[in-house]
Structures are given as structure tokens and as C-alpha cells.
Nanobody, 127 residues
Framework: QLVESGGGLVQTGGSLRLSCAAS????????VGWFRQAPGKEREFVAA????????PYADSVKGRFTISRDNAKNTVYLQLNSLKPEDTALYFC??????????????????????WGQGTQVTVSS
């Protein structure tokens, strides 16, 4: 089970830190991804992190502004959102990879490679 938190309303240029808390003893062996979906738009990849934290691909639209990290001791993955823009407004979801350990970058960016999803946390950026 995945539970996201940390969303909210923020002004352009502001920051938020999203958390994705998981239950289960093997969470640390799975890659985790963050995706977002804005009203009327398709779900899109934001960032992902491998089980070890050694690889962290980002969508071009958030590169340099968002940072993904994980604390396996706490079974939690974080997404730091800085320099927020109105176009970042969306429902943000975290998801656990379908298989343990190694994932390629194409797999990490494909929402079909994830089989457990949280309920989402809303991020709204005002202009």
C-alpha cells in the first residue's frame, strides 16, 4: 500500500515536498516512480528512482527543479518540488515497480511497469 502526502496550494516559484510512504518489508527492493495527471490530460511520467537510489531519471519538464530521493529505512520516497510553475498543477501519484531490483530507464518511465499506486496528492500552483 502506498500513501502520498505533502501536496497543497503554492504560488509560482514556491516549493513542496511530496512523500510516498509504503508498507511491506521488501519495499526497498523496488523502484518507485512519480507520475502526474492534470485535468483533461494524460498521466505523465515525472521522476523515478531505482531500488538502490543509484539512478534517477526525470522528465525534461521538471529536470533541474524536482529531486527524487528515498529513505529505505523509513520505507519512504520523496519528491522535492522547487521553482514550481502553474503548469505543474496536477494530481501526483507514486507507484511501485512491478518487479524487484534492476529496471531500465525506459521501464522506469513507463507507467505500465508499475503495479501498485497510491491515491494521489494534489499540487496546485497559482500564478
Amino acid at each position: 500500500q502506498l500513501v502520498e502526502s505533502g501536496g497543497g496550494l503554492v504560488q509560482t516559484g514556491g516549493s513542496l515536498r511530496l512523500s510516498c510512504a509504503a508498507s511491506g518489508r521488501t519495499f526497498s527492493t523496488y523502484a518507485v516512480g512519480w507520475f502526474r495527471q492534470a485535468p483533461g490530460k494524460e498521466r505523465e511520467f515525472v521522476a523515478a528512482i531505482t531500488w538502490s537510489g543509484g539512478s534517477t531519471p526525470y522528465a525534461d519538464s521538471v529536470k533541474g527543479r524536482f529531486t527524487i530521493s528515498r529513505d529505505n529505512a523509513k520505507n519512504t520516497v520523496y519528491l522535492q518540488l522547487n521553482s514550481l510553475k502553474p503548469e505543474d498543477t496536477a494530481l501526483y501519484f507514486c507507484a511501485k515497480a512491478r518487479s524487484q531490483y534492476g529496471r531500465t530507464w525506459p521501464q522506469l518511465q513507463d507507467f505500465g511497469e508499475y503495479d501498485s499506486w497510491g491515491q494521489g496528492t494534489q499540487v496546485t500552483v497559482s500564478s
